[in-house]
């Protein structure tokens, strides 16, 4: 009796913490969204640290990397229940569900043996090969760079240690491209002079600013797609995995999930942030927005720093965060309306937007200098470039004309060495291409110039053309020197009034992304040799969908040097 009514005991305890801890989840629920709502400021319009992480609320998401580490096991399940023999394969088409153009072959060999895979292409430069390092018995191997809406004759050699060789082909058939990548267009192509890496494995990717990101082999065919819609980002990171900005869910209107993933589709981790802002219209309402907005680089301590909207009522794209990847934790947070001119952000009149929201700044890249621990940003509505040491946030140097800009900050202006010098407006994808040199205080830098000026360096020139250009700065005198501009020549029909890239490609090539031609119907990859001048690669797109504009241009290899290979396969 004593035992029975020991139990009811518990029992009647255990639920009335229950039903006290789900009473005190939904409290804390109720007081962050009211924290959302009634936001508390240091000073006016700026939010305080605490403020911006409690509005951005990042959290690691397991659900896709659950659904894929299931087909992992599957997949490990089925090689380990093949019989030895090349001709007992197992084949499979976008085994990750997210990338058609990728396969995955399983089969298993009696001899140790390593395996060198070939996607024939339509010519030699279009051919894509890739060799497995190792020798096993039972092999995982990953397929990349096939094409769509056909069958493709994929070939498996397979080397022993005592070099004795055996070869057999599989046939993997894929279905045709989505209509809303567009139609692309070869105009020029000379793959010797290109920069196609080891294999012909460096696709020209066109990273989408919100739809269909893709690749392009030499001859202008696509090789690799995502059927996950990415936005902006689309980056390697250092253990070769890709590191993207995609929806949450396919209906969902914003895209707030950075993911870690491979060319197939594989999902290693997943941050997920809210995006739940109060709006300037009535500051007491919430509404979902995009919480990552343009870029996101790697530090060398693997965290991520992020140019994020940081939820207030009335300024966007003017802060960056860094993230703890593998915890969601928000570890720092830069304002720029405490690194710039308060006049900057308080009297802006440039541009305006339909939810009245003032984006004074419009962060749009950014490339961290670890030798110097340097971080060099882009703001597009500000026309400038400027580097700030990352650890105190204090300004290095300034690269924009000298126009509404106070008379305090004057001192950090980049002076030309030549006259007439024509100034960035509303450039994009700014990067160091060289970091040191003897006397370790000059750097060239590479950047988009759309030739755009929003707020200052209005000249004739503006608005007639686009252009990639590189300038070497010399930070010890703060001098810069423009050393090298391609675009002005293609006019008008390649001017970009937004997006756009410009990055060097190797061979001393530059791969020029116009992705806002003829006001956002076109968009074209030109890759140049810089001592020439010679275009050896150009493709035109257009019939996309609305909005769907190549925001950047990169080439990229389908397999880097340290590629898994979904060896965890075995």
Same mark, same amino acid.
């Given at each position: ?6 139990? @009811? ?16 989840? =939904? ?10 709502? =009634? ?87 279009? $051919? ?10 039972? =092999? ?19 080397? +022993?240690? #005592? ?70 980002? !689309?980056?390697?990171?250092? #253990? ?12 969902? =209107? ?20 809210? *995006?739940? !802002?109060? $709006? ?7 509404? $979902? ?22 939820? %207030? ?20 947070? @830069? ?20 939810? *009245? ?50 008379? %305090? ?29 003897? +006397? ?17 360096? +209005? ?29 002005? %020549?293609? *006019?008008?029909?390649? !001017? ?17 992304? &116009? ?21 050896? &690669? ?8 609305? *909005? ?5 241009? +990169? ?6 040097? #340290? #590629? ?7």
């Amino acid at each position: 009796m004593k035992q029975r009514k020991w139990k @009811i005991g518990l029992t009647v305890l255990l639920v009335v913490l229950l039903i006290g801890g789900l009473g005190a989840y =939904h409290e804390r629920h109720n007081i962050r969204r009211l924290m959302l709502v =009634h936001q508390r400021y240091q000073r006016t319009d700026v939010l305080s640290t605490n403020q911006i992480k409690v509005n951005l609320r990042a959290g690691v998401s397991t659900k896709h990397t659950a659904t894929t580490n299931q087909l992992t096991k599957q997949y490990r399940s089925n090689l380990r229940r093949l019989t030895p023999g090349i001709d007992h394969a197992k084949t499979m088409i976008n085994p990750y569900r997210t990338s058609p153009l990728s396969g995955l072959i399983l089969v298993k060999t009696n001899q140790a043996t390593r395996v060198t895979v070939t996607v024939p292409g339509d010519t030699t430069a279009s $051919t894509i090969t890739h060799q497995i390092k190792g020798y096993r018995r039972a =092999h995982s191997v990953g397929v990349l760079g096939l094409y769509a809406g056909r069958t493709n004759h994929v070939r498996l050699t397979f080397t +022993q240690k #005592n070099v004795h060789q055996s070869t057999s082909t599989y046939d993997l058939t894929t279905a045709a491209a989505p209509k809303a990548i567009g139609h692309n267009q070869l105009k020029t192509s000379h793959p010797q002079q290109m920069a196609l890496g080891q294999g012909h494995a460096r696709l020209t990717f066109a990273v989408s600013s919100q739809g269909i990101t893709y690749g392009l082999d030499a001859r202008g065919r696509i090789r690799w797609y995502s059927t996950a819609k990415i936005s902006h980002v !689309f980056k390697r990171l250092s #253990n070769d995995h890709l590191l993207v900005l995609t929806k949450i869910s396919p209906n969902s =209107h914003k895209y707030n999930a950075l993911r870690e993933t491979d060319y197939y589709g594989r999902v290693y981790r997943q941050v997920n942030f809210s *995006g739940l !802002f109060p $709006t300037k219209q009535d500051p007491h309402k919430l509404a $979902t927005n995009t919480v990552i907005h343009h870029d996101a680089i790697e530090l060398p301590n693997h965290h991520l720093l992020l140019t994020v909207d940081d939820g %207030s009522k009335k300024f966007v794209e003017d802060t960056m965060i860094e993230l703890n990847f593998q915890t969601g934790k928000i570890v720092k947070v @830069i304002d720029l309306k405490r690194i710039l001119p308060k006049s900057a952000y308080e009297d802006y009149t440039g541009t305006t937007r339909p939810d *009245g929201k003032i984006d004074w700044f419009h962060q749009n890249s950014m490339y961290y200098d670890a030798k110097r621990d340097e971080l060099i940003v882009s703001g597009r509505n500000q026309d400038m470039i400027f580097a700030i040491n990352y650890r105190t946030t204090k300004i290095k140097w300034i690269l924009a004309a000298p126009a509404k800009l106070p008379k %305090s900050y004057r001192h950090y202006l980049l002076k030309p060495t030549t006259k007439h010098y024509q100034y960035n407006g509303g450039q994009h994808a700014v990067r160091l291409i060289q970091t040191a040199t003897h +006397q370790g205080h000059r750097l060239a830098l590479e950047f988009y110039d759309n030739n755009v000026p929003v707020t200052r360096g +209005q000249t004739k020139q503006s608005r007639q053309w686009s252009a990639g250009t590189i300038v070497n700065i010399d930070q010890l005198n703060r001098t810069v020197t423009k050393t090298w501009s391609f675009g002005q %020549s293609l *006019g008008k029909r390649n !001017f970009t009034n937004i997006v756009g890239s410009s990055y060097a490609v190797g061979k001393g090539n530059t791969l020029i992304g &116009f992705g806002y031609a003829d006001a956002g119907k076109r968009s074209e990859f030109v890759e140049v040799n810089r001592k020439s001048n010679r275009v050896v &690669f150009d493709v035109d797109r257009s019939k996309f969908a609305h *909005g769907d504009w190549s925001y950047r241009a +990169q080439r990229m290899t389908l397999y880097p040097q #340290n #590629n898994l290979q979904l060896t965890a396969i075995k």
